[in-house]
């Protein structure tokens, strides 16, 4: 009994001291650092690399016919002790990002280089290791974003972006301007892509910037199902815009091969500028005046044929208002059966004057700017993915 207990006791202080020794080692000690039991490991397969081709279609006002533009790159993902360590993706055969990931406890910082900009994120976790907050400099100053998640860890806020979820899939994201929506297939989100950042409206690239800026990283308890669609729309005063994504999926094993993103956007927006002229400015607004009166001779005569205009007068107490619109409309074409409308714009000319006899003294001209860009946007991305 007695040497069974000093074996033991020789055997625990052999242990003990190995273990010291061992974290006095400074390659044991770097590994202990990048490496972090807090941090969830993305799904059972690694992604080792994206394949993808993104299709971008334009219309072209010099043939007057849709043209289109495909552009290519490759995104290659390295792991240390089961996370991502670096992100590097290639435009054509030329690297145009790259991203150093580093881990240590709660803090994850990114060493980003984009093109010949080059920045430092930091990144800190709760302690289920999902982001709660977000930092890097920008021209001088500090940009600071905050993440909440509810019991669930489900993801909730993005600063002023709330996210609401019902059956464990992300349903509905709000920002006091816009509404986006998500639809999802019924197949499980087996890969644990999250559709929480498709908000970047660069054509067909919502997956593509996913994988780029967010995928390494862990954001709250992934959605449930995998995203079939997002709409986004924004409708105000000045600006409509409507977005429409659509995924198709490719499986191999349950794991996502192959992804095809479609991209629609309708855009109108309209833009205000304000002139106003008083008496003391009656040269001006007698040279606006011949301008317009001109405009409107060669509108009458056919000239002109890329404009139109409407004449409105009001006469009270001697002044007499007289509302000029010139309105000009460039050519309308169509794609695939919608139309589109590059350019459309709208003087407005509010002329104040008193009359006697026949001549005009001009005390007062408001000229109102309004120009309208109304625009579609189609787009088609592939993304092929290849697993260690």
């Known amino acids: 009994m007695r040497k069974r207990f000093l074996c033991g006791i020789l055997v625990s202080g052999l242990f003990v001291a190995s273990c010291e020794k061992e974290n006095n ?36 006002d010099e043939i007057e016919s849709e043209v289109s533009v495909t552009e290519n790159y490759k995104t290659y993902f390295t792991y240390t002790n089961n996370q991502i360590t670096n992100v590097a993706i290639t435009k054509g055969n030329e690297q145009f990002y790259s991203s150093q990931i580093s881990y240590e406890g709660k803090n994850i910082l990114a060493k980003i280089t984009e093109g010949e900009e080059e920045r430092e994120v930091t990144f800190s976790l709760n302690d289920q290791a999902n982001i709660i907050k977000k930092e890097y ?79 390494p990283l862990n954001w709250g308890k992934p959605t449930k199902n995998l995203i079939k669609s997002i709409v986004k729309e924004e409708n105000n005063a000045v600006k409509y815009s409507k977005s429409e994504r659509d995924f198709e999926y490719v499986y191999n094993d349950g794991y996502i091969s192959e992804i095809k993103e479609k991209r629609f956007l309708h855009y109108y927006s309209k833009q205000v500028k304000e002139t106003n002229y008083a008496d003391s400015d009656v040269e001006k607004i007698n040279e606006i005046w011949n301008e317009v009166q001109e405009t409107i001779e060669q509108i009458d005569n056919r000239i002109e044929k890329e404009r139109t205009y409407q004449v409105l007068s ?55 700017h309004t120009a309208s860009t109304a625009n579609i946007q189609k787009a088609e991305t592939t993304y092929k993915i290849t697993y260690e």
């Not at 998640?149 to 994201?173: C, F, P, V």
């Not at 010139?326 to 059966?337: C, D, M, T």
């Open 314 to 368: 009001n006469s009270s107490l001697g002044n007499v208002h007289q509302f000029v619109l010139v309105i000009r409309k460039h050519e309308r074409a169509n794609i695939n059966g919608t139309d589109y409308v590059p350019y459309d714009e709208i003087e407005k000319y509010d002329f104040t004057y008193t009359l006697n006899g026949e001549e005009k003294t001009f005390t007062n001209l408001t000229k109102i």
């Open 137 to 215: 400099e920008q021209q001088d100053s500090l940009i600071v974003s905050e993440f909440g998640y509810n019991n669930e860890q489900q993801l909730t806020s993005n600063g002023n972006h709330k996210y609401h979820w019902d059956n464990e899939n992300m349903i509905r994201m709000t920002n006091g301007k816009e509404i986006t929506k998500y639809d999802y297939y019924e197949t499980d989100n087996k890969n644990q892509f999250s559709p929480s950042f498709f908000l970047n409206d660069n054509w067909a690239l919502g997956y593509f910037n996913y994988f780029k800026d967010s995928y």
């Open 25 to 60: 080692n400074p390659e044991i000690k770097q590994q202990q650092q990048t490496e972090n039991p807090t941090l969830n490991p993305k799904a059972e397969r690694k992604i080792k690399e994206i394949q993808t081709a993104s299709t971008k279609y334009f219309y072209d």
